[in-house]
Structures are given as structure tokens and as C-alpha cells.
T-cell receptor, first 110, second 113 residues
Framework: GIQVEQSPPDLILQEGANSTLRCNFSDSVNNLQWFHQNPWGQLINLFYIPSGTKQNGRLSATTVATERYSLLYISSSQTTDSGVYFCAVLNTGTASKLTFGTGTRLQVTL | DSGVTQTPKHLITATGQRVTLRCSPRSGDLSVYWYQQSLDQGLQFLIQYYNGEERAKGNILERFSAQQFPDLHSELNLSSLELGDSALYFC????????????FGPGTRLLVL
């Protein structure tokens, strides 16, 4: 099946810093979603972005489907950004199951 | 709030027991998915239903079963529970069950003692 790799696995930032999280996938996709799992375990939808670029406040994402990667940018990070960020993809031609990466654990400190 | 609801939020039970997790999809969504998040396996797809019919199956154990009812809510039944079944179980929903956005519920945290 499709492989999804995320980097870095762990990231510690000071409040106000910027960061870039990367998601590489091994096959063509027709759905890519970014999630934030907060410390209480909730999975929060950030972006649906199978291709192109989107922005939502301090967050933006870019997917280059032809090169099989996606990037999540977090600017001016805040302590509430802490948690785990997951990339999940839907492989073209398969059933509608999302395959998740192993996540990037982000800790934002004061 | 995604609009997907799950009950209960937490569940503590003993090995060998059976539990039922419940999910109500977003209004208008026809497809429901179940995912399991465990420490050793990460987030994994279990099963998908579309308008009452099973559409796709993932790494779901034979001890687990699910169904989607005419009002589109879904239940995941876990039986003969083992310690390793302790996990966070998520339900997600989408409009048609294709390539569109899947919205996740808050999850049910299951602890098997």
C-alpha cells in the first residue's frame, strides 16, 4: 500500500517562531488532509489539499502532487499549536480509506 | 466542532468483555468510517459504510464488527476484548464516501484492564 512519511518526527519551538512540516507519499493521491491532534486527543481538520496552496490564518499548506509531497507552514507559533500534526492521504484508485503518516510532534514553549 | 458525535467519550472495561461504540455523522453525510489509534500501530482505518452498506474494510479484527443504521448512525462492536485493544477509536464522516474531506469525531478512549 501507499507509504506516508512525515518529517521531522519531533520539533521544539519557541513561541513566535516559524516552522515547516513535510509529508512525502509514495504514490499518486486524490485526497490529502492535514490534521492537528491536540493534547486532549481530538483530531482537528486543518486543510483538505490534494494539490495547490491554501492559507488559513497563521497556517498554510502546499501540495505538489506530481512530486508527491506536501508542506505545512506554521508562522508565529503559539503554545496552543502544540500537539501532533498528521498528514493523511487517499490513494488514487483504492477505497476511500485515509492512510496516515506517523506524525510530527510539535512543542511550543514560552 | 466537526459535527460528528461519538459516545461514550471514555470506556473502561475488562478483558473478555464486549463494548459498543456509537457514532452520529454530520448532517447530510452518507458515509461513515472507523479508525483506531494505538500506540504501536498509529492511526489505522478499520471499516467504511456508505448509506447502510459496507463499502471498504481495512485492518479490522474478526472480533470487531460494525453496522450503519437507516438513520445513518453507526456502531462499532468490539468483543472478547484484549489488553491490546486499548486505543482511541475515531469515527469520521463524509458526504459521499469518495475523495472528499473526512471529518473526525472527538473519539472514544477505550481502556481494557
Amino acid at each position: 500500500g501507499i507509504q506516508v512519511e512525515q518529517s521531522p518526527p519531533d520539533l521544539i519551538l519557541q513561541e513566535g517562531a516559524n516552522s515547516t512540516l513535510r509529508c512525502n507519499f509514495s504514490d499518486s493521491v486524490n485526497n490529502l488532509q492535514w490534521f492537528h491532534q491536540n493534547p486532549w486527543g481530538q483530531l482537528i481538520n486543518l486543510f483538505y489539499i490534494p494539490s495547490g496552496t491554501k492559507q488559513n490564518g497563521r497556517l498554510s499548506a502546499t501540495t505538489v502532487a506530481t512530486e508527491r509531497y506536501s508542506l505545512l507552514y506554521i508562522s508565529s507559533s503559539q503554545t496552543t499549536d502544540s500537539g501532533v500534526y498528521f498528514c493523511a492521504v487517499l490513494n488514487t484508485g483504492t477505497a476511500s480509506k485515509l492512510t496516515f503518516g506517523t506524525g510530527t510532534r510539535l512543542q511550543v514553549t514560552l | 466542532d466537526s459535527g460528528v458525535t461519538q459516545t461514550p467519550k471514555h470506556l473502561i472495561t475488562a478483558t473478555g468483555q464486549r463494548v459498543t461504540l456509537r457514532c452520529s455523522p454530520r448532517s447530510g453525510d452518507l458515509s461513515v468510517y472507523w479508525y483506531q489509534q494505538s500506540l504501536d500501530q498509529g492511526l489505522q482505518f478499520l471499516i467504511q459504510y456508505y448509506n447502510g452498506e459496507e463499502r471498504a474494510k481495512g485492518n479490522i479484527l474478526e472480533r470487531f464488527s460494525a453496522q450503519q443504521f437507516p438513520d445513518l448512525h453507526s456502531e462499532l462492536n468490539l468483543s472478547s476484548l484484549e489488553l491490546g485493544d486499548s486505543a482511541l477509536y475515531f469515527c469520521a464522516s463524509s458526504v459521499f464516501g469518495g475523495r472528499e474531506t473526512q471529518y473526525f469525531g472527538p473519539g472514544t478512549r477505550l481502556l481494557v484492564l
